[in-house]
């Protein structure tokens, strides 16, 4: 499993690529990626990483891990 620096690196990179679609357009595709293409484990790693207080992720990457959150994904 990826350490949670590796992993709040990984999700601020996809971040990049969708910030500049705007947030309404930034979260939901940050999370629906990480949903689809991260095995269950990392994306566990990063929810207990958020509920750490989610050091290091940017604002829209924070927004789409607290959607995880909130889905169940």
Known sequence: M???????YM?????KFFTSQGKAVAVPGIAEHIKKFW???MRSAILAHLE???A???PEVK???MTLRKTGA
Do not use: F, M, T, Y
């Open 63 to 65: 927004d789409a891990v």
């Open 39 to 41: 095995d269950p484990r």
């Open 2 to 8: 990826s350490s949670p620096d590796r992993l709040v």
């Open 56 to 58: 290091g992720l940017d």
């Open 11 to 15: 999700a601020n990179q996809i971040g």
């Open 52 to 54: 750490k207080g989610g």
